[in-house]
């Protein structure tokens, strides 16, 4: 069984190189993925990783479907009618990632993330207002469980979960508020609040001056968390392709699609009205994006296992339930660290 799935795979996939004698092995430099993927690689039994994430993410303007939408069609009375309307939105998180290898065959890994959201509005009375949160996103721990390495290509199984550590009533003054603070709209919250099981698969290979992969991960939202409302579960999948330039730099060329659901029930307590502004309406949610992306892999140091490398990522395509908030750029730079060997 275990020899049937790669020889099947190899026989219909035709990105699948012809096997070649070496091993898959991840101290290539390029046997790490581009930086913005996640639990692309395991380790070998005994190995602890650091790393360390920068992802700076900025949204301007709003689109409905494909359809880029002016600010101004947004907040009038014969276009969408709302009085206030996001114009900008900087989210940046910063993460801090654990990996230990109990075997050769299962690494597991914990990921902390700290976010720092602001987002710019106008409102219909010609006023303009910032709102910001910050603090601790959801926590999330996964165990990378090996299916097996056959020559030059290797594949796990992700199995995560996401703990609800961030929070879900993050609050600031609005211009309404009279100077009290009122709990912010779905976008500015920290987490989803619910338990979230994150299951995917990832499949490596490497040819002799080249490699890739592909990665497929499901976000599952378990109930609902305890303001009555689910955030929308979300599908991910990217392929990569990474070519070493010299033993310790590599660049890569990535495509990630993203598709997520609008928000279930609804935060009986909030106190922003969704007739007010589109971030209050649960039905303006959800999306699907493309990316392409462009990154560099330098291994720094061998001895420490010391990399650094950074993504650029730009989208291709975005299909919005909208007006919602366009992305423009997701920039990812991170270090990464093997103190234990
Ligand atoms: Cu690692």
Redesign the pocket.
């Known amino acids: 069984m275990r020899h049937l799935i790669p020889a099947a795979l190899a026989a219909c996939c035709a990105l699948a190189p012809a096997p070649a004698a070496a091993q898959w092995t991840?101290s290539r430099v390029d046997g790490?993925a581009p930086i913005g993927v996640m639990g692309?690689?395991?380790?070998e039994r005994g190995?602890v990783?650091l790393?360390l994430r920068y992802m700076p993410m900025e949204m301007e303007g709003s689109r409905v479907g494909t359809r880029t939408i002016p600010d101004a069609e947004i907040i009038s009375a014969t276009g969408r009618n709302f009085m206030v309307t996001p114009t900008q939105m900087s989210m940046t998180m910063v993460m801090g990632?654990l990996?230990w290898a109990p075997s050769d065959r299962l690494?597991l890994?914990a990921m902390v993330p700290w976010l720092d959201n602001s987002m710019d509005h106008i409102t219909r009375a010609g006023g303009a207002f910032t709102t910001t949160s910050s603090g601790l996103g959801d926590v999330a721990a996964s165990a990378l469980v090996g299916l097996g390495t056959w020559g030059n290509q290797s594949a796990h199984l992700n199995l995560g979960v996401s703990l609800p550590t961030g929070a879900i009533t993050a609050m600031d003054v609005l211009p309404t508020s009279n100077g009290t603070e009122v709990q912010l709209p779905y976008p500015m919250q920290l987490g989803s609040g619910t338990y979230d099981l994150r299951p995917g698969v990832t499949w490596l290979g490497q040819a002799r001056g080249w490699s890739w992969g592909v990665q497929g991960i499901g976000t599952v939202r378990l109930g609902e968390n305890d303001r009555g409302w689910t955030q929308g579960n979300r599908l991910d999948a990217t392929a990569w392709l990474g070519v070493p330039l010299m033993r310790d730099l590599s660049v890569s060329l990535r495509g990630a699609a993203s598709s997520w659901g609008d928000v279930e029930g609804v935060d009986a307590a909030a106190s922003v009205n969704p007739m007010v502004v589109p971030t209050a309406r649960t039905d303006l949610r959800g999306g699907t994006r493309i990316d392409a992306g462009v990154g560099v892999n330098w291994y720094v140091h061998r001895p420490s296992?010391l990399r650094l490398a950074a993504e650029l990522l730009r989208p291709l395509y975005q299909d919005l339930h909208g007006p919602q908030l366009e992305t423009d750029y997701t920039l990812v730079v991170g270090l990464?660290v093997?103190p234990v060997h």
């Open positions: 991840s790490h692309d690689h395991r380790h190995e990783m790393s990632g990996m690494t890994m296992g990464q093997v």
